[in-house]
């Protein structure tokens, strides 16, 4: 009787390994389109700049690729238990830069700039010292609508960077006024902002949109995307 074959991890790594980075998966993320799959950081950082999949090509969607995402939680158990010490080694990763964004947070930096904010905060009364960071976060995904007269005539560009994470507290007419200065709009425009197409009232929070509009809530592993669409204001 012939003993059984064993396998080394590297027989598998055509398998386990991902396509962008060239590392082993990590959060496994599955393009629901073409079933390619990535590390979860990789193909969210890809898609910043590109609707495609980036081992294929194919138009993943038109305007928000992020939705056609999925974690793939037995892949990931899979190449935990093929791999050894990897799961240690990605939870020590992760503490460690939990960690140093609570130093920064906290104002831990060395160096004159941080003593300058310290002491900014110390002498402001009368403002919110802390920019609601203690209350619940939320991922946003901010989309510029690519079927208006002013993108497609290149009269506005997109944003460049249009994930961000804020307070939920966060109100729609704060996010207008976030999206006037980094695409540096006059004031004769406006915008709407949008989630899943229906136009979102200035004082509606970001708690409100995702409780009551987003229709992927609950998959926290995503941002949830807000559409916006610059015009021209003739009132």
Request: hydrophobic letters at 30%; charged letters at 30%; proline letters at 4%.
């Amino acid at each position: 009787m012939t003993s059984p074959r064993k396998h080394l991890v590297k027989d598998f790594n055509h398998f386990i390994t991902c396509y962008v980075c060239k590392g082993y998966l990590i959060k496994p993320t599955t393009v629901t389109e073409c079933l390619h799959t990535f590390c979860k950081s990789c193909i969210v950082q890809h898609f910043e700049d590109s609707n495609d999949c980036p081992k294929c090509g194919i138009q993943v969607h038109e305007t928000n690729p992020l939705e056609m995402l999925r974690l793939d939680n037995t892949l990931e158990e899979i190449i935990f238990k093929l791999v050894p010490g990897l799961r240690e080694k990605e939870q020590q990763k992760e503490i460690e830069f939990w960690r140093s964004r609570k130093s920064k947070e906290n104002g831990e930096e060395d160096g004159p700039r941080s003593k300058r904010s310290r002491l900014d905060a110390d002498n402001d009364d009368g403002g919110d010292g802390d920019y609601h960071r203690s209350d619940p976060q939320i991922a946003i995904c901010l989309d510029c609508l690519r079927n208006n007269s002013l993108v497609e005539e290149n009269i506005v560009r997109g944003l460049m960077k249009k994930f961000i994470r804020c307070s939920t507290r966060v109100t729609v007419g704060t996010i207008k006024k976030f999206l006037s200065l980094k695409l540096k709009l006059p004031s004769s425009y406006e915008l709407d902002v949008l989630c899943n197409g229906e136009i979102m009232g200035k004082d509606h929070t970001m708690e409100f949109i995702y409780m009551t509009r987003w229709r992927l809530r609950g998959e926290t592993d995503y941002p949830m995307v807000l559409e916006y669409r610059p015009r021209i204001d003739f009132g």
